[in-house]
């Protein structure tokens, strides 16, 4: 058993959190990180009302919350309405201001997760009133600002919260695949941590099984921070954040000609549409972090929380022993 603050206070097992990885993160993935201990949440995304409330009306009976890409959520408030009707279990807020949603959130009673990139978005992220602050380093699958890694983001953090709110509990992403990762966000200070890599690589994700191959085959060296996926998507991301995925030929053919790129745009979007519906990864995008080198199997969302939790219950047990020798 790791018992952390986080823990007490969101009533769960185990100190670990389900990212809510847009579309990926659907009812099924958050309510079997729910029931085996840690919390899911369901990924809002760029914004889909309908898609919203089947995947909460599918997790019915199950606590899961919900995460939003904030900037997307300003052009689509009401999203956040669907969401509060659900009574989540919390709402997490990235990449953007939280301010304008922040007192609706801590209005409905809801837990307010804030992911930050940067000690300046920490404090703001104080300043809204935020209950979590998630701490991501640039290790992390998907969008960033890339700067920060998480071994040093993570203390960075929590000596910010020591000193201006101590109540406030933090938790750490990026790079966490398993139980070293999990021991290690919490002997840099976190409560917990926020995992999206290797719940991608899980049997309830909605990732196809040729992707999840793909992922297995690989290793940490072949992610790349790129923000080419965007640009053939038409997503108008904030200049400071590009996405990590995995490498491949579509990126190496654009990745440094992103100005190429937007001359090419119609030729590129078509081809990368037909990728995606033919599941070719040498075009299509597959996000995911620098951990994903760390994952051999696709297993059940149960299992992987389960393990994660007690290989870092045990490697802590094991290191705090001799801490105290040392010591003495």
């Known amino acids: 058993m790791l018992t952390t603050r986080l823990t ?17 993160s659907g009812a099924r993935l ?51 309405d669907i969401a509060l009707e659900h009574r989540p279990a919390a709402v997490m807020l990235s990449f953007g201001d939280p301010a304008p949603f922040a007192g609706r959130v801590r209005a409905a009673a809801v837990p307010l997760l804030c992911q930050v990139h940067t000690l300046d978005q920490a404090r703001q992220a104080l300043d809204a009133g935020a209950d979590v602050v998630v701490a991501q380093g ?48 919490l002997a840099l200070g976190a409560d917990g941590v926020l995992v999206g890599t290797r719940f991608w690589a899980t049997e309830e994700a909605v990732v196809s099984a040729r992707a999840h191959a793909r992922a297995v085959a690989t290793d940490g060296d072949e992610t790349i921070r790129t923000s080419v996926y965007d640009i053939v998507r038409s997503y108008d991301w904030p200049v400071e954040y590009n996405g990590r995925v995995l490498r491949n030929r579509f990126i190496d053919r654009w990745h440094g000609r992103e100005a190429d790129l937007a001359t090419h745009l119609a030729e590129a979007a078509a081809a990368f549409k037909d990728a995606v519906s033919q599941q070719d990864y040498d075009i299509a995008n597959m996000i995911v972090g620098e951990g994903v080198g760390l994952i051999r199997q696709i297993l059940p969302a149960g299992e992987v929380v389960r393990r994660m939790a007690q290989d870092a219950a045990a490697r802590l047990g094991e290191w705090a022993p001799r801490t105290a020798a040392v010591s003495a």
């Open 8 to 24: 007490h206070v969101f009533g769960i097992e185990h100190p670990v959190v389900l990212a809510p990885m847009d579309l990926v």
């Open 30 to 80: 958050a309510t079997a990180v729910t029931t085996a201990g840690g919390l899911g949440l369901i990924g809002g995304g760029y914004g889909d009302g309908e898609w919203l409330k089947r995947e909460f009306a599918a997790a019915a009976g199950t606590r899961v919350g919900c995460g939003f890409i904030t900037w997307s959520l300003a052009r689509n408030p009401e999203l956040l």
């Open 138 to 185: 640039g290790e992390a699958g998907g969008h960033g600002a890339g700067t920060r890694s998480t071994f040093t983001h993570i203390p960075d953090v929590a000596d910010l919260i020591a000193a201006r709110s101590p109540d406030t509990l933090l938790m750490g992403a990026g790079g966490v695949a398993d139980g070293r990762g999990l021991a290690g966000a």
